[in-house]
C-alpha cells in the first residue's frame, strides 16, 4: 500500500518551516529574534504582562485621585486663585454645568486631606501589586522559575523599586523639560531660533535626555528586578534595544492620541481602551526585551538557558524557537 501523501496544508507547513530555516541560518539577528520569541512564549509573556498591565492601569485611578488632592489643597489656600477658576469655569461653561462643575471643585477643596489619603493607599496597594508582578515575570523569563517567596522581603523591595522608579520618571520629565527650555532660550539668545533645521535641536536633546533615562530604567529591569548575575556591560545591548522600542512606541501613542483628539466619542471611549492597550503593550516588550537580552550570544553561547545567581541552570528553552 502507497504511503499517504501529504495534503496541501502540511506541504505548505513544511515550506514555511524551511523557508524560515533559511532565513535563521542567513541572518544571525533574525534567528536571534526567532531565539527570543520562543522564551517569550514558553515562560507565558503575554499572560505575565496582562498581571502587570491590571495593577498599572488600577493604579492610575488612585494617582487621578492625589492629583485632584494636589490642587485641592493648592485651591483651599488661595481664595482668589479659587474665584478666578471658578469665573473662568462659568465662563467657558455657561449655564447648569458651569454651576455644576463649580460645585463639584468646591467638594473637592474642601474634602482634599480625605481624596488624597484614599488616593495614596490605593496608589501603593495598586503599585505593590504591579511591582511584584513585574519582578516574577522577569525572573520567570529569565530562569525559567520565580524564587521563593519571602514576603516581609519581598515587599520591602517592591516598596523601594516602586519609589525609586518614580522619582526617576519625575527626575526624567524635569531633566528634559529643562534642557528643551535652555536649548531654546540660547538659541534666541544667539539669534538661531529662525535658521531653518536648528529649531530641531531641541527635539533631539529631549530624546537624547528620554532615551538615557530608559536605557537606565531597562538595565535596572534586567539586572536588579529578576537578580541576574550579569554585569552591566553584558545587559547593555538589551538596554539599548528596549529604550529604543520604548521610544517608538510613545511616538506611536502619541500619534494615535492625535488621531482620536478630534473625536468625542472616540477620544472619551478609546482613550481609556488606547491607554489599558498601550500599557499592555509596553510590558509585553519589556518582557520580550528580557527574552531577547537573556538569549544574547555573550550571555547564552547555545541560545539555551541561562544561569540564574546561584549557578543552576534555569529551564532551557529549545533553539528552535
Do not use: C
Not at 529643562?178 to 534666541?188: F, K, N, P, S
Not at 537606565?216 to 528586578?225: C, E, I, P, Q
Amino acid at each position: 500500500m502507497a504511503p499517504e501523501r501529504p495534503g496541501w496544508t502540511d506541504r505548505v507547513g513544511q515550506r514555511a518551516d524551511a523557508a524560515l530555516a533559511g532565513l535563521r541560518r542567513r541572518w544571525g539577528w533574525f534567528d536571534h529574534l526567532a531565539r527570543a520569541g520562543g522564551r517569550y512564549q514558553r515562560n507565558q509573556g503575554d499572560l505575565l504582562a496582562a498581571g502587570v498591565t491590571y495593577f498599572t492601569f488600577l493604579g492610575l485611578f488612585p494617582v487621578l485621585l492625589l492629583a485632584a488632592s494636589v490642587i485641592g489643597l493648592v485651591l483651599a489656600g488661595d481664595a482668589l486663585l479659587q474665584r478666578e477658576l471658578y469665573s473662568a469655569i462659568r465662563e467657558a461653561f455657561p449655564g447648569a454645568t458651569g454651576r455644576s462643575i463649580v460645585e463639584e471643585l468646591r467638594g473637592a477643596v474642601g474634602a482634599a486631606g480625605v481624596v488624597g489619603l484614599i488616593g495614596l493607599v490605593g496608589f501603593v496597594y495598586a503599585g505593590l501589586r504591579a511591582m511584584d508582578k513585574l519582578r516574577v515575570g522577569m525572573e520567570q523569563i529569565w530562569k525559567g522559575r520565580v524564587d521563593e517567596p519571602e514576603f516581609w522581603r519581598d515587599n520591602v523591595q517592591d516598596l523601594l523599586a516602586l519609589v525609586l522608579l518614580g522619582a526617576v520618571g519625575l527626575l526624567s520629565l524635569a531633566l528634559t523639560g529643562i534642557a528643551t527650555l535652555a536649548t531654546a532660550w540660547t538659541l534666541e539668545r544667539l539669534g538661531l531660533d529662525e535658521v531653518p533645521g536648528l529649531s530641531l535641536l531641541t527635539t533631539v536633546v529631549g530624546l537624547a535626555l528620554a532615551l538615557g533615562t530608559d536605557v537606565v530604567v531597562f538595565l535596572w529591569l534586567l539586572k536588579v528586578v529578576p537578580g541576574t548575575p550579569h554585569r552591566l556591560p553584558d545587559l547593555l545591548p538589551g538596554a539599548l534595544f528596549g529604550a529604543a522600542g520604548f521610544e517608538l512606541m510613545k511616538l506611536l501613542g502619541s500619534f494615535y492620541l492625535s488621531l482620536i483628539g478630534n473625536s468625542v466619542t472616540s477620544s472619551a471611549l478609546g482613550g481609556a481602551v488606547g491607554i489599558l492597550v498601550w500599557i499592555n503593550l509596553v510590558f509585553r516588550f519589556a518582557f520580550f526585551t528580557a527574552a531577547w537580552t537573556a538569549t544574547l550570544s555573550r550571555l547564552s553561547p547555545d541560545g539555551r538557558g541561562v544561569p540564574d545567581g546561584r549557578g543552576v541552570p534555569a529551564r532551557e528553552v529549545p533553539a528552535s524557537g
